[in-house]
Nanobody
Framework: QVQLVESGGGLVQAGGSLRLSCVASGRHMFSFSSYAMGWFRQAPGKEREFVAALARSGDSTYDTDSAKGRFTISKDNAKNTLYLQMNSLKPEDTGVYSC????????????????????WGQGTQVTVSS
């Protein structure tokens, strides 16, 4: 069992930046480096959608329309923490941002769909005002 706790959300004006964090923990022998990670967001009245993902190898992928060029996903295995740096925020970036984890082999590419992840955090609210 893996627990994920997000933080770093808040209210920001359009054009501003936020850095989200996701701290992972688990039972004995838990190894954060064994997991592929992802960020998803859910806007009011909409389904959860993919934002960014990071494979064990370090390969990353982003939702082209919404995140690429503005967001950066990264992780610190020593701190068991996943990050999402969000710059040039827009009102349409508003939503609850959740991190997700799944244990994979090293060579597996980043995962972009909700059903591919086994563990989820509760989410952190991001609100971007115009």
């Amino acid at each position: 069992q893996v627990q994920l706790v997000e933080s770093g959300g808040g209210l920001v004006q359009a054009g501003g930046s936020l850095r989200l964090s996701c701290v992972a923990s688990g039972r004995h022998m838990f190894s954060f480096s064994s997991y592929a990670m992802g960020w998803f967001r859910q806007a009011p009245g909409k389904e959860r959608e993919f934002v960014a993902a990071l494979a064990r190898s370090g390969d990353s992928t982003y939702d082209t329309d919404s995140a690429k060029g503005r967001f950066t996903i990264s992780k610190d295995n020593a701190k068991n923490t996943l990050y999402l740096q969000m710059n040039s925020l827009k009102p349409e970036d508003t939503g609850v941002y959740s991190c997700a984890a799944v244990q994979t082999a090293w060579y597996v590419p980043p995962k972009k769909t909700v059903n591919e992840y086994d563990y989820w955090g509760q989410g952190t609210q991001v609100t971007v005002s115009s």
